[in-house]
């Protein structure tokens, strides 16, 4: 044989063996795993499991559906192997708030999730996202967030003005694609506010050289297939070249070059301004996070190096961009189905002497605050995450589950490598812990004693009993930053114009892809979209 032929199938040939024995590592590991014995929908295929059942349906939906059938804490099959969910908010605080004994999946965050962020917070865990964590924690306060305000403000006012320009002769109502505009405007917050970087989304019609390379690298790696799972699970897989990984390499080095200039612009400015700074470059994120990492508060070896810097900058993107625009997207949306909640909302936002509030003014208004909430209670943009278990360990129950066998547990045992499903908007949602009006969008709850049951005081999220933020040591660090850039496009946005739906209500239904983001059942092509008639607000 041809030496060279020879040393190809030499390599192949390890490769194979290596990957039949992961494969019979797992599949012994999930047919001892005592999830087995937990009740559950039956399995639909023995290779893909449950999940295209899953893709089908719509978002929690069919999960929501098995607990009625099989209870609270279930098991359904995912490919090979099993995934506990379960609905119990006292397993939910054990899992959630257990330090980093439940992690990220291994292939999201070495594989999927770090193709798009790099080394950042989001992909961390234990000592180094503890690390990460102390040094960002500070651009994130109450008072950082309050000096970003303006900026949330001033992009608001932007996006209005495009949208008035656009409206006919006469107050004529014009159709507006809201979703792809929302985009566009967080996209330019979270470059100003976020690392002092202009976009210009609302202005151009050809993408910046960053967002490209970001959009390019989002959409190849968040992608579902099947190589990509198996690229996931299987490490040396990710060896082999491809056109797409290609171009995806040539995409982050154009990210790793912009946020590198972006850094080295920062640490120059607050070089020559002194430690404090002055301007928006002193109070950007990526200004406030250097200032901290260069903190006499912060010992040299925990501080982050530059790499773990600049992985900051799509860190930002990700969960800064499209997570706040889709809230905003659902909560016009929830605001044309009750015309009566718009005009509430509407009138108290013009009892404001102003068109510029404060982020102290966002926040003193208890009716748009109520909608914030509420949209982000039944339109959360993280519909659910994904756990496993790096220990052996007992999960306690508050509702305990019968077994296949018929035996009663007040717990739930579980292997180390278990796959656990936290159901974020199914548990915002749940009528056990909101009531039987729970799936309503009903603002009022927020602002009536005794509107939010002491059930829902159990779920453990880090803000507002919900889930939408999380909870324990991976809660959103950026929830603050959401919320007032929420209130301050909501505040611009409903004072200015009437909102009505441009198609039928159940033409919309939500999908996921990281975030849940409206569709139309009419036109699955087009992608995510919402249009809307927008006309200027004119007192009666």
Not at 288 to 301: A, G
Not at 360 to 376: H, I, K, M, Q
Not at 390 to 404: A, C, G, H
Not at 452 to 478: E, Q, R
Request: hydrophobic share 40%; proline share 5%.
């Amino acid at each position: 044989m041809n030496p060279i032929l020879q040393i190809v199938v030499s390599i192949i040939g390890t490769l194979g063996a290596y990957g039949l024995f992961l494969l019979a590592q797992y599949l012994y590991r999930e047919a001892t795993s005592p999830l087995n014995n937990l009740p559950g929908p039956p399995n639909s295929s023995w290779i893909h499991g449950n999940s295209k059942e899953i893709q089908d349906a719509e978002i929690s939906v069919l999960h929501e559906k098995w607990v009625e059938e099989y209870g609270t804490t279930i098991v359904y099959k995912w490919f090979l192997g099993n995934r506990l969910y379960t609905q119990d908010t006292k397993a939910l605080n054990h899992i959630l708030m257990s330090g980093y004994d439940y992690q990220k999946p291994e292939p999201a965050r070495k594989w999927g999730l770090r193709n798009i962020v790099g080394s950042g917070i989001l992909v961390q865990e234990e000592d180094e996202h503890r690390l990460q964590r102390k040094v960002m924690n500070p651009a994130f306060g109450v008072a950082q967030i309050r000096e970003l305000a303006e900026i949330f403000v001033d992009e608001s006012i932007h996006l209005r003005d495009i949208w008035a320009s656009q409206l006919g002769p006469d107050n004529k109502p014009a159709r507006v694609e809201v979703q792809s505009w929302l985009s566009k405007m967080t996209l330019d917050v979270i470059g100003r506010a976020g690392f002092n970087y202009r976009f210009n989304a609302l202005d151009s019609t050809e993408p910046d050289e960053l967002i490209k390379a970001f959009s390019v690298i989002f959409g190849i790696s968040s992608r579902f297939t099947i190589w990509n799972v198996l690229q996931g699970v299987v490490p040396v897989l990710r060896l082999f070249p491809s056109t797409a990984g290609s171009i995806k390499k040539e995409a982050q080095a154009t990210m790793e070059r912009i946020g590198r200039d972006l850094l080295r612009q920062t640490k120059e400015h607050l070089a020559a301004t002194g430690e404090k700074g002055d301007g928006w470059r002193a109070r950007d994120l990526l200004s406030l996070l250097v200032r901290s990492n260069m903190s006499k508060d912060i010992p040299e070896h925990q501080r982050m190096s530059d790499e773990d810097v600049i992985a900051q900058v799509p860190t930002f993107l990700v969960a800064g961009h499209e997570t706040t625009s889709t809230a905003v997207t659902w909560a016009l949306f929830a605001l044309t189905q009750n015309k009566e909640i718009q005009r509430k909302l509407r009138d108290e936002l013009l009892q404001v002497q102003t068109e510029s509030p404060t982020m102290d003014t966002l926040n003193s208004l208890p009716y748009l605050d109520a909608v914030v909430r509420e949209t982000l209670r039944v339109h959360s943009p993280v519909t659910g995450t994904f756990r496993v278990a790096m220990k052996d360990d007992f999960i306690p129950l508050s509702v305990p589950y019968t077994d296949r066998k018929g035996e009663v547990h007040n717990e739930i045992q579980i292997h180390k490598g278990d796959s656990i499903s936290i159901p974020v908007l199914a548990i915002n949602r749940s009528k056990s812990l909101w009531g039987e009006d729970a799936r309503e969008f009903k603002p009022e709850r927020w602002m009536t004693p005794g509107g939010i049951p002491s059930t829902a005081s159990s779920i453990p999220g880090v803000w507002g009993n919900m889930m939408s933020f999380l909870g324990g040591a991976h809660a959103c660090i950026g929830y603050r930053f959401s919320l007032v850039e929420m209130k301050a496009l909501i505040f611009v946005l409903v004072r200015a114009f009437e909102f009505d739906l441009a198609v039928a209500a159940d033409d919309v239904v939500g999908k996921s892809s990281i975030v849940q983001r409206p569709h139309l059942r009419s036109d699955p092509g087009q992608g995510s979209q919402l249009p809307l008639w927008v006309k200027l607000y004119t007192p009666s």
